[in-house]
């Protein structure tokens, strides 16, 4: 009781002040809390379209094999499993056992990949494999940053908003505490 009534004496201009910033507060919590819960599944979901799209691309034909395409490292296997081009990450230690089609992780240590598998089936390279390997560790890397930029710069403009709009309403309601004063 004693609570309400505090606030009740409060002047409006704090009042609305306090209900947008609360509302402000909240919204921007939410944006960081969900920006940090994201960042793993978006880093992968990313990875993930790059590296279909760079192997499948050799596969069907539509480019020629280059061991490297838009941050997706690609190699090139014979139908028995033995390499003929590319370079293998350092960190990634997997046999080549294939399976087409199916976007696998594998991680070691710090280091998080997926990779892709899709054998090629028509053209001189007909039979042999394209494995696809996309190091998520640099996007989820980028993606934290941002979502630490958020975390700092969220209360900077929850002050700033604060601060600028309680001067906005507080010049606002001028005219009524004035008409309110000559009332009384």
């Known amino acids: 009781m004693k609570v309400v009534k505090k606030i009740s004496s409060l002047p409006i201009t704090i009042k609305v002040t306090a209900w947008y910033t609360i509302f402000l507060l ?13 960042t793993n599944s978006y880093a992968i979901s990313m990875s993930e379209q790059d590296l279909k799209k760079a192997v499948n691309d050799i596969v069907s034909g539509e480019e020629a094999y280059t061991p490297y395409d838009e941050g997706v490292q690609l190699l090139l296997y014979d139908e028995n499993g033995t390499m003929k081009n590319g370079q293998v990450p350092a ?55 941002v979502s630490i930029a958020l975390l700092f710069i ?17 010049f606002a309601f001028k005219p009524v505490r004035k008409i309110s004063k000559t009332a009384i």
Request: hydrophobic residues 40%; glycine residues 8%; proline residues 2%.
């Open 26 to 38: 909240m919204l921007l919590t939410t944006l960081v809390t969900v920006s940090f819960l994201m």
């Open 91 to 145: 960190a990634f230690n997997i046999t080549p056992d294939f399976s087409e089609n199916e976007v696998r992780e594998y991680a070691n240590g710090q280091s998080q990949f997926i990779y892709y598998d899709s054998q090629i089936t028509k053209g001189k390279n007909q039979g042999d494999w394209v494995r696809g390997i996309n190091s998520v560790n640099g996007l989820k890397h980028k993606l934290l940053m």
């Open 154 to 170: 969220c209360p900077m403009i929850l002050i700033v908003v604060s601060v600028g709009g309680y001067s906005i309403i507080k």
